[in-house]
């Protein structure tokens, strides 16, 4: 029978993290990690068939959602030990893992900074490093200058979605569209931050967790390219295009969610 909560912990420095778990306790588990400017919700599509195979752990990463929004830059080390820190305040010892985006990066600091952690890996639409700086400083400015979110959430989307989508006004989009609008500026500010000055290239060749890098080919925010060399760098690592902008779990689930249950449940 399966199951949910939602709850959080605390992390280091007092920076409330909350999380969810669905599916059967006794299940391995998965845990997912988000984009930027969305929270755990973006998976809820991806929940009746990942939750039928394993324990589904979400969370919000700081400055999203329900988790606490603290000002000033966030660093990808420390989204990496607020992983960390809900998987032992959880009694966790190995997952697997799958993020997208701003969640890959994270995937890929523990596969690098805490291995024994990471049994296998799915990393999604995403870099080893996304440069340059001054771009990231003009959204931090615009973010922390911003009296609504209605520009950035529309730029979002755009670079997020096929305009196919955005013109039709698919339903799928408008969740993603009233998360962008409730964002906390700080916490998007602090999270532009942390990918800023993230650059993973050189370490990638330490992953030693059996790897899936996932791109979507008309990706506009992490080209596919970026994707094909991080499964170039991991040893061992597959690679695989989606026909997808940048949400590829979202606008290919079927063949999004596949991908990761046949890669998870190899032997």
């Given at each position: ?36 400017a969305t929270d755990l919700h973006m ?223 190899a032997a």
């Amino acid at each position: 029978m399966s199951a949910s909560f939602s709850s959080h912990i605390l992390a280091g420095d007092g920076v409330r993290i909350a999380y969810r778990f669905d599916g059967d306790p006794g299940l391995p588990v998965l845990l997912l990690s988000n984009s930027i400017a969305t929270d755990l919700h973006m998976w809820d599509a991806q929940i009746p068939a990942l939750s039928r195979r394993f324990r589904v752990l979400r969370y919000d990463a700081r400055g999203h959602g329900a988790s606490a929004a603290p000002a000033g830059a966030y660093s990808l080390d420390r989204l990496g030990r607020d992983v960390l820190e809900l998987l032992d305040a959880l009694g966790l010892d190995r997952v697997h893992f799958l993020g997208l985006s701003l969640g890959g990066f994270v995937g890929q600091w523990l596969a690098v900074r805490a291995p024994e952690r990471i049994d296998r890996l799915v990393l999604s639409n995403t870099s080893a490093y996304l440069g340059p700086a001054a771009v990231f400083d003009e959204r931090i400015r615009e973010a922390e200058a911003a009296t609504d979110m209605r520009a950035i959430a529309e730029r979002f989307l755009r670079d997020w979605f096929p305009a196919a989508m955005l013109d039709a006004r698919d339903p799928r989009v408008e969740p993603f569209r009233a998360t962008l609008l409730a964002q906390s500026a700080a916490g998007l500010a602090g999270s532009f931050a942390a990918v800023r000055d993230a650059d993973l290239r050189r370490t990638l060749g330490l992953i030693a967790a059996p790897t899936l890098v996932i791109a979507g080919e008309s990706d506009p925010v992490t080209l596919p390219e970026h994707g094909r060399a991080i499964a170039a760098a991991v040893p061992g690592a597959r690679w695989l295009a989606l026909p997808a902008v940048h949400m590829a779990n979202v606008e290919n689930p079927d063949a999004f969610e596949r991908a990761v249950l046949d890669f998870l449940s190899a032997a």
